[in-house]
Nanobody, 125 residues
Framework: QVQLVESGGGLVQAGGSLRLSCAAS????????MGWFRQAPGKEREFVAA????????YYADSVKGRFTISTDAARNTVYLQMSSLKPEDTAVYSC??????????????????WGQGTQVTVSS
């Protein structure tokens, strides 16, 4: 029902900033909980941030709290991940995901039904 496409990845020096975008198409008039996840080589996919369909609830991984900001633009059917004070440890493929909302917001990747293909973020030292 929903297709997701990430953009905005690239190469940035440590301490720099980058904004990722996730554009939704298809049944974009629906309401979804949205999440950002990342996976680095040799590591498991990990949670980064999530936002509830009505933006009332926002979760961040401890590793990015205070540096990353998740937000939405309903008119553009887009969710963003603003990343600042980037570290080499942030290097990964970043993917956005969507799920039908429930009474709670999930951090687990397995709870999300729809996924984008991912965008590469590389932070150099």
């Amino acid at each position: 029902q929903v297709q997701l496409v990430e953009s905005g990845g690239g190469l940035v020096q440590a301490g720099g900033s980058l904004r990722l975008s996730c554009a939704a198409s298809g049944r974009t008039f629906g309401s979804y909980d949205m999440g950002w996840f990342r996976q680095a080589p040799g590591k498991e996919r990990e949670f980064v941030a999530a936002i509830s369909w009505n933006t009332d609830i926002i979760y961040y991984a401890d590793s990015v709290k205070g540096r990353f900001t998740i937000s939405t633009d309903a008119a553009r059917n887009t969710v963003y991940l603003q990343m600042s004070s980037l570290k080499p440890e942030d290097t990964a493929v970043y993917s956005c995901a969507a799920r039908e909302p429930e009474y709670r917001l999930y951090r687990e990747a397995r709870r999300y039904r729809y996924w984008g293909q991912g965008t590469q973020v590389t932070v150099s030292s």
